[in-house]
Structures are given as C-alpha cells and as structure tokens.
C-alpha cells in the first residue's frame, strides 16, 4: 500500500488559516476562490476541535484542498483531505519531536487515514514567533546548522515535507534557496512574513511551496495579490 500521498506535491501557493482566528464569510470566500492551490488549517495555539471543526466545514462548501496541521491531538479532526504532523527539527524539547506524537499515536494511531498523513520537519527560525517560544526553538542557526538540519529531515530521516518557518517577518531567501538545492526528496514549503506580491515572488524562486498567512487578516487585497505572483513563478529545480 502506497503510505505518503502526494496531494501536496502539486501545491506552490497555499493560504494558512488559524482555528482561533476569526475570519468572515466574505473574507474567506475571497480566500477559498482565489485560486489557490489548497488551504492549511492550523495555528501554535487555542486550537481546539470545535473551531477547528467549525472552520473545516465553512472551508468544504468550495472545491478547494484543505488539510489540516495536527498541533494537539484534541484538534485532529476527521474529513480533511490531507493530514501534516509537526516534527520541530530544532528543538532541545523530546517532547516537539516525539513526545505528544507518540502519546497521540498511542490513542489514535490504528484510526489514522495513513495514505492522507505525512510527517512534516518544521524549521523555526524567528525566535520571536509564538512557536519558538512554545517549542524552544534554536532559532538563531547559521547557515551550515540549517544545512545540517536539512540533510538529516531529508537523507536521514527521508521526510516527505520540510518547512521553513519565519513567522512573522520574512525571511533570508537566500538561505531557503541554499535548502532547496540540498533536498533530494523532500518538499520544501516556506512561511512567514510574505504580506506582498513582491516578496510572494520572491519566496516563489526559493521554495517549493509558499505558505501565505498572517496578511489574510491585516490586508485580504493583498493576500489575493500573492496567489497569481507565486503561480507566476517558475517551479525551482
């Protein structure tokens, strides 16, 4: 049986959105219809099952893809089309990599859609955002930490998703591109501080998917903006 699907292998724009966050029905029909690739539901905290639940279903009335990041297991939520565990790469805390995954899988694991659930290697690197302080991320790395950290999600431990995640301010591109020529199997995505089509364009040439989030709430116009900038974009080699 085929374990890892590859729904997202497909998607180079993609809209985050937060459980905990309010987000009108227009808003998020703008959203839903602007055609991008899929939307992430996720968030580092309040995220519980009935609003997490309660956004999946508003999301299901358009065609668009929608997976789920599992932060806690009191969120897991059936009927997504695609599932992503968070493995945080760099942390010191057992507990980010393996600790509350195990604990889930102990409970939940012979109930999980296994073919829909792929394991993804975060890299925090804002030590100001939310989940490096929830994690204890090192998020100050040096570009051969970050390499190193890259070789062991993508050769070592063969993840399927690795994600660079700037949160909150937009990150060294060049970095993410120096990840990209590394990776050998994996999927690159990017997040974090693209409230632009100019810097959407530019994460576009650096990563192999763009995660767009924080913007949808402060500026819909020009969250829009990013979906046609990144599709615009030649996919990176």
């Known amino acids: 049986m085929e374990l890892q699907s590859a729904i997202y292998n497909e998607w180079r724009h993609v809209f985050k959105l937060d459980p905990e966050r309010e987000i009108s029905d227009e808003r998020l ?3 839903c219809m602007s055609g991008t690739d899929a939307i992430i539901v996720g968030g580092s905290s309040g995220v519980t099952f009935d609003n997490t639940v309660d956004l999946m279903s508003r999301i299901r009335r358009y065609e668009v893809p929608c997976a ?17 565990i968070p493995l945080v790469l760099n942390t010191d805390k057992a507990e980010w990599l393996a600790g509350r995954q195990i604990q889930a899988l102990r409970k ?3 109930f999980i859609p296994w073919e829909n659930t792929s394991a993804e290697g975060y890299l925090i690197l804002n030590e100001e955002a939310q989940a490096a302080k929830l994690t204890g991320a090192r998020a100050a790395l040096d570009s051969e930490t970050v390499a190193a950290h890259i ?6 431990m063969h993840l399927p998703v690795i994600y660079m995640e700037y949160s909150g301010k937009f990150g060294d591109m060049e970095l993410v591109k120096r990840a990209l020529r590394l990776v050998t199997g994996a999927r690159l995505f990017y997040g974090g501080g693209i409230d632009d089509a100019a810097k959407a364009r530019q994460a576009a040439a650096a990563a192999h998917t763009v995660i767009v989030g924080n913007v ?12 046609e900038a990144v599709l615009a974009v030649e996919l990176p080699k």
């Open 108 to 110: 939940f694991g012979a």
């Open 216 to 227: 949808i709430y402060d500026d819909l116009e020009a969250a829009l903006s990013t979906v």
């Open 29 to 31: 029909d703008a959203i």
């Open 68 to 84: 789920l990041e599992v932060s806690n297991e009191e969120a897991a939520v059936p009927g997504f089309d695609h599932y992503f």
């Open 151 to 156: 070789y062991m999600a993508d050769r070592l």
